[in-house]
Antibody
Framework: QITLKESGPTLVKPTQTLTLTCTFS??????????VGWIRQPPGKALEWLAL???????RYSPSLKTRLTITKDTSKNQVVLTMTSMDPVDTATYYC?????????????????WGQGTLVTVSS | DIVMTQSPDSLAVSLGERATINCKSS????????????LAWYQQKPGHPPKLIIY???TRESGVPDRFSGSGSGTDFTLTISSLQAEDVAVYYC??????????FGQGTRLEIK
């Protein structure tokens, strides 16, 4: 059974850097084709894809946020870390990590299942 | 970016009746190399993360009831729930994965019981 869980601060101040950790089980990020993505959802709003990291350390970023995002993995800990710099109140959202669907392997494309429960991050002074 | 537009924004359907949600992409998500539509549907119940229900526009995820079906091609897609159950109350999102940077979602459609 694949599970993912996000952790990190619930409150950050404007201009600070956010660091979120996704700890997963049931799969390995050393396995060919596996990937983990980050998606966020402002309160009452739609989903926004942020970043993705593959088993081979290849990375993809949302072009609109690319300068602020860094995604890394620690395969020994089964973790993926997302950092976002220069946080602003508009970045207030629930942040989800999610597993790349197995049927996506070999396609070069990405959709996600399952997702973690999400962590709400509020940006406020 | 490929813009995904869903309609309607909200929908109220009686139990046992059919629910239909539409999703339109700003450009075709049909890949000519394999004739597949690069579109997924998710269900998000209140207080829960999204759950994948359909990919390749019409392939039902394992364990998803067969009252859920996806159809369409190119730029126009539909998610149909053939006989609405109380547990289907949720917000539904479409996602294109034709372009992987960025992956984009629709704005969501809220489905309620009439």
């Amino acid at each position: 059974q694949i599970t993912l869980k996000e952790s990190g601060p619930t409150l950050v101040k404007p201009t600070q850097t956010l660091t979120l950790t996704c700890t997963f089980s049931g799969f390995s990020l050393t396995t060919n084709g596996v990937g983990v993505g980050w998606i966020r959802q402002p309160p009452g709003k739609a989903l926004e894809w942020l970043a993705l990291i593959y088993w081979n350390d290849d990375k993809r970023y949302s072009p609109s946020l690319k300068t602020r995002l860094t995604i890394t993995k620690d395969t020994s800990k089964n973790q993926v870390v997302l950092t976002m710099t220069s946080m602003d109140p508009v970045d207030t959202a629930t942040y989800y990590c999610a597993h790349r669907h197995p049927a996506a392997i070999g396609t070069g494309k990405n959709w996600f299942d399952p997702w973690g429960q999400g962590t709400l991050v509020t940006v406020s002074s | 970016d490929i813009v995904m537009t869903q309609s309607p924004d909200s929908l109220a359907v009686s139990l046992g009746e059919r629910a239909t949600i539409n999703c339109k992409s700003s450009q075709s998500v049909l890949h000519s190399s394999n004739n597949k539509n690069y579109l997924a549907w998710y269900q998000q119940k209140p207080g829960h993360p999204p759950k994948l229900i359909i990919y390749w526009a019409s392939t039902r995820e394992s364990g998803v009831p067969d009252r859920f079906s996806g159809s369409g091609s190119g730029t126009d897609f539909t998610l149909t729930i053939s006989s609405l159950q109380a547990e289907d109350v949720a917000v539904y999102y479409c996602q294109q994965y034709y372009s992987d940077t960025p992956i984009t979602f629709g704005q969501g459609t809220r489905l309620e019981i009439k």
